[in-house]
């Protein structure tokens, strides 16, 4: 019988498989690695993942934040959400590593610039993790922090200044505060505990974005008088998917940061999905109690709550106490959303409540719940820290906005605003051929 094209293909494949199946006792037995390599290697290839998957949320915040926002400004958010973590790789790898990362002064260090530095230059001397690695799990950090100013601004912010700013935030702001912390600084040596970033990632995007949203003003027609009014987003759908990967990706936020692969990482991966879960049904039931309707986009920013409250403490809370993290903190995004308002601060997709208030909150439960460290002193210890970081952002982000308002401008033009930054900012539209809602009014 013939054989045909396919056949041949398959026994090729077959053919090379059994002899690098038979090729390969003989390399391993040669070059056998020792129980320390293989442990490195493992560790390395678990952080890449890990920063893999954080690097992804990248695309949960882009869908959560354009589906909560109106359609005529989705080109722009979903270009904000591209560009954003390539200028924070960039800004990272040129100083804000070195600044984060390089031992020596408690409140910040220099050298080792663009990665030219030693292990011992970035504080690993001594650990199994290679700097390419570690680089690329805390930049996508840094890609984080800068992400979440994108929603609180959204709608209204120029395209050239948020750039300017995530510049400005990625490559100073957050790895200086972040050396305080995680860089071996005065808050870490005073006790100070962010085990993955409640404070360091979600409360430094926050009070940036809080900074911006404040000097931007609100919306058109966002209040009437001292009321607000709703603007609905365009797809509840992409915020939802949204919201799913960002779940997924928090498994590489949260686990990751043990940076080795041991048996922690599945006991952090437990505490961060208990507590994304309760914050998911405690939004949703709060939601449901306070406006006579399940919520779907509170559901949606409980989620990311519970998420953002736990990452303080999630290698040492117990259980139930992430359960009650989580909880807590779904609870509050319902309240916070209406203060917020009441301030007049517009915040288009919760932004500050989810990252700013629920980080502080997840911070401060530390100090509450930490099966080793929680006392009064503790405690004091982190809303010591909550304090300092949100005076140093503000004040940061306060400076360098006011210098972008005075040489660019921040805000687009009211008419810009009224068509769209689509195409106002973009000359381009994301469902360009679909008719709009208010054809008539735009013309």
């Known amino acids: 019988m013939k054989l045909n094209?396919?056949?041949?293909?398959?026994?090729?494949?077959?053919?090379?498989?059994?002899?690098?199946?038979?090729?390969?006792?003989?390399?391993?037995?040669?070059?056998?690695?020792?129980?320390?390599?293989?442990?490195?290697?493992?560790?390395?290839?678990?952080?890449?993942?890990?920063?893999v998957l954080v690097i992804f949320m990248n695309a949960g915040f882009a869908m959560v934040e354009a589906g909560f926002c109106r359609r005529q400004n989705a080109v722009n958010i979903l270009a904000k959400n591209l560009i954003v973590f390539a200028i924070a790789t960039l800004s990272f790898w040129t100083i804000g590593f070195s600044l984060m990362f390089a031992p020596g002064s408690p409140i910040m260090h220099s050298g080792g610039f663009f990665l030219s530095g030693t292990p011992a230059d970035y504080s690993l001397e001594g650990s199994r993790l290679?700097?390419?690695?570690?680089?690329?799990?805390?930049?996508?950090?840094?890609?984080?922090?800068?992400t979440i100013v994108s929603g609180a601004v959204a709608e209204r912010i120029r395209f050239i200044s948020f750039l300017l700013f995530s510049a400005f935030l990625s490559s100073l702001v957050y790895p200086i505060i972040g050396h305080w912390i995680w860089g071996g600084g005065w808050l870490a040596r005073i006790g100070f505990i962010d085990f993955a970033g409640s404070t360091v990632v979600h409360s430094v995007g926050g009070w940036a974005a809080l900074t911006g949203a404040i000097l931007l003003g609100p919306r058109l027609d966002k209040f009437q008088g001292d009321l607000p009014q709703a603007i609905p987003g365009h797809s509840l759908t992409l915020s939802v998917l949204g919201g799913f990967i960002l779940w997924i990706g928090w498994f590489g936020f949260n686990p990751g940061s043990v940076l080795a692969a041991?048996?922690?990482?599945?006991?952090?991966?437990?505490?961060?999905?208990?507590?994304?879960a309760a914050g998911a049904i405690a939004a949703t039931a709060v939601a449901w109690n306070r406006f006579s309707n399940p919520d779907l986009s509170m559901s949606i920013n409980g989620l990311l709550a519970g998420l953002v409250a736990i990452t303080a403490g999630c290698a040492n809370v117990s259980p139930g106490a992430a359960v009650l993290i989580g909880a807590v903190a779904g609870s509050l995004i319902v309240f916070s959303?209406?203060?917020?308002?009441?301030?007049?601060?517009?915040?288009?997709?919760?932004?500050?409540?989810?990252?700013?208030v629920c980080g502080v909150w997840g911070t401060l439960a530390v100090g509450l719940f930490d099966r080793t460290y929680a006392s009064p002193v503790q405690l004091f210890t982190q809303l010591l820290g909550v304090i300092i970081v949100g005076l140093s952002t503000v004040a940061a982000s306060l400076l360098f906005w006011t210098i972008?308002?005075?040489?660019?401008?921040?805000?687009?033009?009211?008419?810009?605003e009224r068509v769209g930054l689509d195409i106002s900012e973009h000359g381009s539209e994301a469902y360009a051929g679909f008719p709009k809602p208010n054809d008539k009014l735009d013309a």
């Open 337 to 356: 959303v209406s203060l917020f308002e009441a301030a007049r601060i517009d915040d288009p997709v919760g932004a500050l409540s989810v990252h700013l």
């Open 130 to 146: 290679t700097v390419s690695v570690f680089f690329l799990f805390q930049a996508a950090f840094a890609g984080t922090a800068a």
């Open 5 to 51: 094209q396919r056949s041949w293909f398959f026994c090729l494949l077959l053919t090379a498989g059994l002899g690098v199946g038979y090729g390969t006792p003989a390399v391993a037995q040669s070059e056998s690695l020792t129980s320390e390599q293989v442990q490195a290697v493992l560790d390395n290839v678990w952080v890449l993942i890990a920063a």
């Open 404 to 416: 972008l308002n005075a040489w660019l401008g921040l805000r687009v033009t009211e008419a810009a």
């Open 262 to 276: 041991n048996l922690q990482v599945p006991y952090v991966a437990l505490t961060t999905n208990l507590s994304a």
